[in-house]
């Protein structure tokens, strides 16, 4: 029996297009690897704002510290809900963020969080 499944949601689809469309040129767009998997069909299809979003493994820091360096200073990260789940279970799959990461990352200053659909959130770090 499996513990999680990478199936995505509606919400899901509708934060990488958002986010394909919104964030500006240039900057780091870090995910989980299947909100980066899907991106490929899009961009597949030819839409070109899809490719930086685009990626078939986990892009996302390991840890809180890596969020507040200056290298990720200007990038941006979307946050699933499913991410959330599983690392705060510690089911070994990824351990960054849990829900206690996500509540430090709200309280800081210099980290916006520019999207919330209920269960994808997009942060200006």
């Known amino acids: 029996m499996a513990l999680f499944t990478y199936q995505n949601t509606g919400e899901q689809y509708a934060a990488v297009d958002w986010s394909a469309k919104q964030l500006p ?5 870090l995910s989980n690897s299947y909100l980066g998997r899907y991106a490929y069909y899009p961009l597949h299809s030819g839409d070109l704002a899809y490719s930086r979003l685009f990626h078939s493994r986990d892009s996302l820091p ?23 789940e599983v690392a ?4 070994r799959a990824w351990s960054f963020p849990n829900v206690r990461d996500i509540e430090e990352l709200q309280l800081l200053p210099d980290i916006s969080r520019i999207y919330d659909n209920g269960e994808v959130q997009v942060y200006l770090l």
């Open 62 to 84: 390991e840890n809180l510290a890596r969020v507040l360096s200056p290298q990720m200073h200007g990038n941006y990260m979307l946050i699933d809900k499913e991410s959330v």
């Open 25 to 29: 040129a240039g900057p780091l767009v």
């Open 88 to 91: 705060t279970a510690d089911l």
